[in-house]
């Protein structure tokens, strides 16, 4: 606990004024009072006030050096408060000094050393019947030299979690989160691993939770740290992080890893965390996962249903290239078409690989990369509806740049052996196709030019998808 300005002013007060007071029953001792004591065998009584009073005067002094050491050197360049028991330990080793050199001034005859010696066996026995106490209070100096926590720390002992609020003599003062007050021994603290969670340091904890197989990775990751990175006592210097931990039986597994400011509330902040979890997955349209059965009953309907085919018949309808293409022949060819989902940043297809398919975006976003010397340039961004890759379809040509995904996006592929199937049906397919083909490449170009530009690259085309599908 911080002294505060009026005790600190109030302790200097009382310390000036007991020195002064010592200081002064001193000199008027040895200059008035010392001629009316009796002389001889009985000077040695004379001399045990002054011995008194100069040992009192000693410890003054000692407490005077301990707090010029402690409290103004160690704390100005440590930047924290040094430990009780290293101040009791230097009090009492300078004090027991300084009454080792005051008794042999003014009893000099006495030998300390024969003094200690003949008393050495009863050091024996109270150090057997203190060796508990002993222990702990060298356990306590060991613990002070490391430094491994600190007054405000939270530490685990064993099967105890707290804030540390004291180190003694003989055990460490921890109050839990329950308000508990325990004392753990410093000779156990030192024989037990300890987990220190420093109170000036950004501690990470880690919350879990599971959603759905069906709900999507990349919108999960993104809800939920967004509402974790705002929760009271989370960090903003570090973002919190999201990731899968593991795939259970009927759940994804998540964790959320975030950095507290205050880690002694760690308790308050993972339930807030946990409530803002659920809140925003609940407006997301994710859910949580627990173990389910699922069954399938069927009824009987009147009216048919859109099935996926239809919707990837509708899809393919929207692009130019299969205009030429019948209603029965598109959904010959959804049925054939095999979707894909890429998680952001994935790359769908990469520049010089071989292929004989194309791609139609049907949900989210992806870039269109080509090398730069600088990296990767971004030359178009394709949505919903957009295609690429028509000329490894069509003509087996190596891809000619990368795609990566934006956003989680899912893409329809459309493969060689569902065209060759079309063209072994229709194979006037071919050059309505190719003529398409050329028209998105000329970009559109207009004039006459143009136009003969785009006759030949048409017959050019045709040529090189007769030949790839084996056609005459």
């Known amino acids: 606990m911080a002294v505060t300005q009026p005790n600190r002013k109030n302790r200097i007060i009382l310390f000036i004024l007991a020195v002064v007071l010592v200081g002064l029953a001193l000199y008027f001792y040895t200059s008035y009072f010392e001629f009316k004591l009796p002389?001889?065998?009985?000077?040695?009584?004379?001399?045990?006030?002054?011995?008194?009073?100069?040992?009192?005067?000693?410890?003054?002094?000692?407490?005077?050096?301990?707090?010029?050491?402690?409290?103004?050197?160690?704390?100005?360049?440590?930047?924290?408060?040094?430990?009780?028991?290293?101040?009791?330990?230097?009090?009492?080793?300078?004090?027991?000094?300084?009454?080792?050199?005051?008794?042999?001034?003014?009893?000099?005859?006495?030998?300390?050393?024969?003094?200690?010696?003949?008393?050495?066996?009863?050091?024996?026995?109270i150090g057997l019947a203190l060796q508990d106490t002993l222990g702990n209070f060298f356990a306590g100096i060991s613990l002070h030299a490391d430094r491994p926590f600190q007054v405000g720390d939270v530490i685990v002992v064993g099967q105890h979690t707290g804030v540390v609020e004291g180190i003694a003599w003989r055990a460490i003062k921890i109050r839990t989160f329950q308000n508990h007050i325990i004392l753990i021994s410093n000779s156990n603290a030192a024989r037990e691993a300890i987990e220190v969670c420093p109170r000036d340091n950004l501690n990470a904890r880690l919350v879990f939770f599971g959603t759905l197989y069906s709900d999507s990775p990349a919108k999960t990751i993104h809800v939920v740290r967004e509402a974790v990175r705002d929760a009271d006592n989370v960090s903003d210097k570090i973002t919190p992080i999201v990731r899968i931990r593991n795939f259970g039986d009927s759940s994804i597994d998540w964790e959320v890893k975030y950095w507290l400011e205050d880690y002694a509330r760690y308790n308050d902040t993972d339930a807030l965390v946990r409530q803002r979890v659920w809140y925003a997955l609940r407006r997301s349209g994710l859910s949580f996962a627990f173990p389910t059965r699922t069954l399938y009953v069927e009824r009987p309907t009147r009216t048919r249903a859109v099935t996926a085919e239809d919707e990837i018949a509708d899809r393919l309808s929207a692009v130019e290239i299969f205009a030429p293409l019948s209603t029965d022949e598109l959904h010959q060819l959804a049925t054939a078409t095999v979707g894909h989902v890429?998680?952001?940043?994935?790359?769908?297809?990469?520049?010089?690989?071989?292929?004989?398919?194309?791609?139609?975006?049907?949900?989210?976003?992806?870039?269109?990369?080509?090398?730069?010397?600088?990296?990767?340039?971004?030359?178009?961004?394709?949505?919903?509806?957009?295609?690429?890759?028509?000329?490894?379809?069509?003509?087996?040509?190596?891809?000619?740049?990368?795609?990566?995904?934006?956003?989680?996006?899912?893409v329809l592929e459309i493969g060689h052996t569902a065209m060759k199937h079309l063209f072994d049906t229709n194979p006037g397919l071919a050059e309505s196709i190719s003529w398409t083909i050329a028209e998105r490449q000329a970009d559109l170009a207009k004039g006459s030019a143009a136009a003969q530009s785009s006759i030949t690259e048409t017959a050019g085309i045709l040529s090189s998808i007769k030949r790839f599908f084996g056609l005459r």
Do not use: C, W
């Not at 990296?375 to 028509?390: C, D, H, S």
């Open 39 to 125: 002389k001889g065998e009985h000077a040695k009584l004379q001399k045990i006030p002054i011995l008194v009073l100069a040992a009192l005067l000693g410890y003054l002094l000692v407490r005077l050096l301990n707090a010029a050491i402690f409290d103004l050197i160690f704390r100005l360049r440590r930047g924290y408060e040094a430990p009780t028991l290293a101040r009791n330990v230097f009090t009492l080793l300078v004090f027991a000094l300084v009454f080792v050199i005051l008794f042999r001034t003014f009893y000099e005859e006495y030998d300390l050393g024969a003094l200690f010696t003949t008393s050495a066996i009863f050091g024996v026995i």
């Open 342 to 410: 890429f998680a952001p940043g994935e790359t769908l297809i990469r520049a010089g690989d071989e292929g004989s398919s194309m791609f139609v975006v049907h949900n989210g976003r992806v870039a269109v990369q080509v090398p730069d010397r600088a990296g990767p340039r971004t030359v178009a961004t394709l949505t919903e509806g957009n295609f690429f890759g028509e000329m490894a379809l069509f003509t087996g040509e190596p891809r000619t740049a990368n795609v990566v995904a934006v956003d989680e996006t899912e």
